[in-house]
Structures are given as C-alpha cells and as structure tokens.
C-alpha cells in the first residue's frame, strides 16, 4: 500500500470530526465530565494594562506580543489585545502580596488578607522587615461584553488595581455601592488613559465609566457565576 493511500483517508478523517459552528451538543451541555475540576485546576486569565516598562512591548524580548503598545490591555492567557473593553463586575477581593526587595534577593513570599497579616508574616521572616515590601492589591472579577457580537464570555477573567490604580478601584466601588441592586446589575467600560505622576514621569491607568443597566440574560449568568464563586470559598 502506497504512503498516499494511508494519508488521504486520514485526511478526510481529520476534517470530518470537527465543525466550524457551535453544535447543539455543545450550546445544552452541563459541562460533565469536569466535575473535579475545581478553581484550582484552571488559570484564571488576568487582563493587564500594558507600560511602556513591561517586557510584553519590548520587541526584542522573548515575552513580546505582537502589536502590544503601552496603554493596551493584555488577555495574559490568550494575548489578546484590547483599547478598551465592556465588562459586568461580579466579585471584588482585597489581599495584600509580600514581596522581598529586588536588592534582597527579590521573589514572591506569599499573599495574606490584611495589612496586619502581612506584618506579623513578615516579622517570622529571615532577615529585617525593610526587606521586604507589602503591596495593597484589590481584584475585580469580570465578564466581558463583546461589543460587536453583544455576547457574554463564558469564563471570567480578574483585573488588579494596585499603587495608582487604587484610586480608580475605589472610586469604581463608590460608583457600584451608590447605584444600588447587585454588583453585577450594570455595564462598564474600561480603557486606558494616559497620566504622569509628581516626578512629570509619563505611564497609563485606567478609567472606568458606566454605561447603563445589564440585560436580564447577562444578569443571571453573572449572578450563576458569582453564586459559584462565592459557594467554592465557603
């Protein structure tokens, strides 16, 4: 038998076994099949807004997305890039991340609930408390909204705001608590704007800005994966 003989069936056979639209088999599933996978088991993709110091955007670095500019905000499990994007807030998170200094070594210690969890971890740590540093992090979880299709992603993704992006996350929740109804009852968009802080030094932060209620459809499968966020850290 010829080694064209043996490929071209195989060919065929490829092509035919998967479909380029969205079956009914996938659009009803319940997802069996994963039911020991667990938050721990998946990377929960972070949208990250890019700086002009970040190695994404230096295009002789081996991290260098393709088309990635300072001022972009960076899908940091598929790449994808966004100017701005259109998101449901489900769920906010505030931890406090122990780092050792860069001149000490530098490295992740670990991530603890409050300010003064961080300071008793820090004082069971090898060497002085000015070692390390302690950064104030506060999580968005989202969902995006595309806004071409009008599509809601299935899987959520986090936002962290962090040093001058602290502002911008509480201002963010001041606006959600004063608008009343569930965290996840209005539409926001996010982009990107450009600043400089008390050194003239120029870099982005972001800029929040509401665009009205959420569809009922929208509601209730932010409010499913809200439930499910909350019931998993019980």
């Known amino acids: 038998m010829s080694e064209q003989a043996i490929a071209t069936p195989a060919k065929e056979t490829a092509v035919s076994l998967v479909s380029t639209k969205v079956p009914a088999h ?3 599933a319940a997802g069996l099949g ?3 996978v ?3 088991h998946i990377q929960v993709p972070r949208i990250k807004l890019l700086q002009q110091m970040n190695n994404e955007v230096d295009e002789s670095h081996d991290a260098y997305v393709k088309g990635a500019k300072p001022g972009a ?3 940091t499990v598929t790449n994808e890039l966004f100017k701005e ?4 807030n489900v769920h906010f998170t505030e931890d406090f991340v122990i780092w050792r200094k860069r001149e000490k070594g530098g490295g992740l210690v670990g991530t603890v609930g409050t300010a003064q969890e961080a300071t008793e971890k820090i004082a069971t740590l090898d060497g002085s408390p000015e070692d390390y540093e302690v950064i104030q992090t506060q999580s968005h979880l ?14 959520p993704f986090l936002m962290d705001f962090a040093s001058s992006k602290l502002r911008v996350s509480r201002e963010w929740n001041t606006q959600i608590q004063q608008l009343g109804g569930d965290r996840f009852s209005s539409m926001w968009k996010i ?3 450009s600043t400089q802080n008390r050194a003239a030094q120029k870099f982005h932060n972001l800029s929040v800005e509401n665009q009205g209620w959420v569809h009922d459809e929208d509601y209730e499968k932010a409010k499913a994966i809200y439930e499910g966020v909350t019931n998993s850290s019980k």
């Open 73 to 75: 905000l960076l899908n």
């Open 38 to 40: 667990t938050t721990d």
């Open 191 to 193: 982009t990107s704007v």
């Open 85 to 88: 994007i259109y998101v449901i």
């Open 142 to 155: 989202l969902l995006r909204k595309n806004e071409k299709t009008g599509a809601l992603d299935v899987s």
């Open 34 to 36: 994963n039911e020991n």
């Open 26 to 28: 996938v659009s009803k």
